[in-house]
């Protein structure tokens, strides 16, 4: 009963833990291998990715994978890689929206060169061309709540008859705030020519 086990037996048992594929192991269960030397310990624990031990090191590997994201979302609003995009950008209702923009004129994209022009106008002390850069003033304002309006309705319709079961909030606002930006000033980069159909 308490004999020692013949060396056939122990070779027997050692081949078949060798041809056993590596498994996790219960706790209960005996180790059946023999304990490692601590320098081999030592040197897999640090080839290991290791999580910071204190406050500053883990501040600067957060800053580092936050710094790697930016890069990665800069990347991505040039060349508009739908991986990397905000949150805010991403999915194909927002796509659409940003694609009917792009590929038509806004007048809320000239409001900034306009605004210029106007404000060198309203410098000028002649009173007959400062009323023209007040009327000026109000054209634009009034063009653009129009243009606006259409954009609103006309994309509403369209989202509505692409994508029924999608979750639109937000979408008409989000495309509306897009054409108050110069075209190559807009992020995401257009992805389509003017004239073209989304």
Not at 23 to 47: E, H, L, N, V, W
Not at 71 to 98: C, I, N, T, W
Not at 123 to 138: D, E, F, G, K, T
Request: charged content about 30%; cysteine-free; overall charge positive.
């Amino acid at each position: 009963m308490f004999r020692s086990r013949s060396k056939d037996e122990q070779a027997a048992t050692a081949k078949v833990t060798a041809d056993q594929p590596q498994q996790p192991r219960d706790p209960q269960a005996p180790k059946g291998r023999p304990t490692p030397k601590r320098s081999d310990s030592q040197s897999q624990r640090r080839s290991r990715a290791h999580t910071p031990t204190n406050r500053k090191d883990a501040t600067k590997a957060q800053r580092e994978a936050r710094r790697t994201d930016m890069a990665r979302q800069r990347e991505a609003m040039a060349s508009g890689d739908e991986r990397y995009l905000p949150v805010r950008d991403k999915g194909p209702v927002r796509r659409f929206a940003r694609d009917y923009v792009d590929s038509r004129w806004a007048v809320a994209e000239f409001f900034l060169p306009m605004a210029v022009v106007i404000l060198v106008l309203t410098m000028i002390r002649v009173p007959s061309i400062q009323s023209i850069a007040l009327l000026l003033w109000l054209v634009i304002i009034v063009l653009i709540v129009i243009d606006s309006a259409l954009i609103w309705v006309r994309l509403g319709k369209l989202l509505q008859e692409r994508f029924p079961n999608e979750n639109l909030k937000g979408v008409k606002p989000y495309a509306v705030m897009r054409t108050l930006q110069m075209r190559r000033l807009r992020l995401p980069k257009p992805q389509v020519k003017r004239g073209e159909k989304p």
